[in-house]
C-alpha cells in the first residue's frame, strides 16, 4: 500500500534541517501501524510526505504501487482524493458550515452526484455515532464530537489509506477510545491504517509500532 525508498526531507529555513533523514518503510495493505517518538523526530513530516501532501527533498514514495515521484499537482490531488483519508489533531474543520457540509466536502471535490452525497454522508456520519448532529454547525460540538466528524469526512470517499496525526491527542480517555474502536473496526474492514501518537496505550491498538528519532526509523516492531 506505501513504500517509501530512502526518503529525506530537509527543510532550508535559515539554517538546514534533515527532518526525515533517510527513511525506508513499506505497509502492506490491511495494517494498522502507529507510529510513535518524542516531539520533533520527523513523524508529522514523514506523514505528510505519504499522505503526498509535501515533497520529499530526494527518496521515492508509491501509493499503491503508484511512484508519486515525478506527478504534477493535478495527478497528485486525484490519488488524494480517490485513495487516501487525512485527520490531523488541530481538526481543519470549517465552522461556517454544519456538519453535514463538512462531511459532504471532499464529495463534491469528487463529483459525487448530489442524489448519492446524503446517503454517503449519512453513513459516514452514522459509523461515528454522529448522524444525530447531522444539521448542527461544526463550532458548537465537543472536541471528541469535532474529531469524530473529522473521521466521518475522511471516510467520504472510501479511502483504502487513512492517515492520521495525534487523532486523540486533544481528547480524554473515553473519546479516545470511542476513537480508537472505530479505527479498529475500520482496519477489520481492511483499511489500512497509519496512525502517529504519542500514547504508548493507543499505539499498541495496532500490529505494528514504528519509532522515530531525529527523523530516522530507530525500531519496528510488530
Ligand atoms: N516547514 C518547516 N520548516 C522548517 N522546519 C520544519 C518544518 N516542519 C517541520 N520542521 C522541523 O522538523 C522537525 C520534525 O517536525 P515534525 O512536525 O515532523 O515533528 P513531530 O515528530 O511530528 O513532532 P510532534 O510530536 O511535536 O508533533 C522539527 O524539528 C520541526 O521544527
Ligand atoms: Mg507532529
Do not use: W
Not at 453513513?123 to 444525530?132: A, D, F, K
Amino acid at each position: 500500500m506505501v513504500l517509501c525508498q530512502n526518503v529525506f526531507k530537509e527543510f532550508k529555513a535559515g539554517t538546514s534541517f534533515v527532518a526525515v533523514n533517510n527513511v525506508s518503510l513499506h505497509v502492506k495493505t490491511g495494517e494498522f501501524v502507529s507510529i510513535i517518538g518524542k516531539s520533533g523526530s520527523g513523524k508529522s513530516t514523514l506523514l505528510n510526505l505519504i499522505g503526498l501532501i509535501d515533497k520529499p527533498t530526494s527518496g521515492n514514495i508509491f501509493i499503491d504501487g503508484i511512484d508519486s515521484s515525478n506527478m504534477v499537482e493535478s495527478q497528485l490531488a486525484r490519488i488524494r482524493c480517490e485513495k487516501l483519508g487525512y485527520i490531523f489533531q488541530s481538526f481543519y474543520l470549517d465552522h461556517n458550515y454544519s456538519v453535514y457540509k463538512n462531511v459532504e466536502i471532499p464529495l463534491l471535490i469528487a463529483n459525487m452526484p448530489s442524489n448519492k452525497r446524503r446517503e454517503r454522508v449519512e453513513t459516514c456520519l452514522e459509523q461515528v455515532g454522529m448522524l444525530n448532529k447531522l444539521h448542527s454547525k461544526t463550532s458548537t460540538l465537543s472536541g471528541g464530537e469535532k474529531q469524530r466528524v473529522c473521521i466521518a469526512r475522511a471516510l467520504a470517499n472510501n479511502p483504502s489509506l487513512l492517515l492520521a496525526d495525534e487523532p486523540c491527542g486533544n481528547l480524554d480517555s473515553e473519546n479516545t477510545q470511542v476513537i480508537m474502536e472505530i479505527f479498529q473496526v475500520l482496519n477489520q474492514k481492511g483499511v489500512t491504517i497509519i496512525m502517529v501518537t504519542h500514547d504508548i496505550e493507543d499505539a499498541k491498538k495496532a500490529n505494528r509500532i514504528i519509532t522515530m528519532k531525529d527523523g530516522k526509523i530507530i525500531s519496528d516492531e510488530n
